[in-house]
């Protein structure tokens, strides 16, 4: 679909890119020609990705550990990658996200989401933005946001209201920094299973059992589309569009609202096995950290 080379000279930084929908963006940016950093929590992760990748494709791959919650960490990452060249584009794909009743939400439930989706995203935002201008740089950022931008999604309303800050933003700074030639749009895919996403969004599932049942399409969306997607974006095939959410779902939001609305017939045994599923994975993952 696009020239072997079409990203040779760019400086990509996908956040959330050891592993899932960002190590399978920087994976193809890296096949186009592009030098790529990764960054993500947990370093070891991200130089894992960054050798496998590297060892796969060539190319440059430089791996970063931080935590986008931070802001002051954030800004000294983003200095040390302007020390060796600026970015040319920014992919926002952190995140987090679990479902759960609104009214069992612990304050530190959503701020663990909040604090990651909204502000971690802003921090990168805003402290590659400020450099670009500050340089007469143009850049482009893709941002991974949700269909339930536009209509809301119960059982998720951490993500849900972080991800309509991030599409805010995204309309926001479009108006405000086209003038310096740095563009701004999302992504809003629908389920493309992935290991994060059978843990805490649909535990006890069989990956993509409900989206294919229900999808006007009958699938699940790949790897593939989602990289192809994201690499128009910042191609300069259509430097035009600036500010918009395009919808990569099958017309499933057009169809059934595509949030968890189906999940209100569950019962109370469901959702304490659903918790009990997600608490379970979040101990065998600190395991893992040691």
């Known amino acids: 679909m696009f020239n072997q080379q079409l990203l040779a000279g760019r400086n990509i930084l996908v956040t959330g890119g050891g592993t899932g929908l960002g190590k399978s963006m920087a994976a193809k940016f890296l096949q186009l020609g592009a030098e790529v950093h990764i960054c993500g929590r947990r370093k070891s992760v991200c130089d894992e990705t960054a050798t496998e990748l590297m060892a796969e494709f060539g190319g440059k791959v430089t791996s970063h550990g931080v935590d986008i919650r931070d802001s002051a960490a954030v800004d000294a990452m983003i200095e040390g990658i302007w020390a060796d060249g600026p970015l040319t584009d ?93 563009r701004l749009n999302t992504i809003a895919p629908g389920e493309i299973p992935t290991e994060g996403m059978s843990k805490r969004i649909k535990p006890g599932d069989e990956a993509g059992a409900r989206t294919k049942a229900w999808n006007p399409m009958g699938r699940t969306g790949t790897m593939e589309e989602l990289q192809n997607l994201a690499v128009f974006l910042i191609s300069g095939g ?18 059934m609202g595509g949030n968890f609305y189906q999940l209100r017939e569950w019962s109370d045994a469901d959702w304490d096995a659903a918790k009990a599923s997600i608490m379970a994975q979040n101990e065998k993952d600190k395991a893992k950290r040691g």
Not at 136 to 143: H, L
Not at 238 to 255: F, K, P, R, S
């Open 90 to 182: 920014l992919i926002n794909n952190a995140a987090g996200n679990f479902i759960s009743k609104t009214q069992d939400l612990s304050p530190r439930g959503f701020d663990a989401v909040a604090n990651i989706v909204m502000h971690g995203t802003f921090y990168v935002t805003h402290a590659v933005g400020r450099r670009w201008i500050a340089g007469g740089t143009r850049g482009n950022v893709v941002s991974i946001t949700v269909t339930w931008v536009r209509n809301g999604s119960p059982y998720v309303v951490p993500s849900a209201m972080s991800k309509s800050a991030i599409h805010a933003m995204t309309m926001s700074l479009a108006t405000e920094w086209g003038r310096y030639g740095i």
């Open 238 to 255: 259509c430097d035009w569009i600036n500010g918009e959410t395009i919808a990569m779902d099958g017309a499933q939001a057009l169809a």
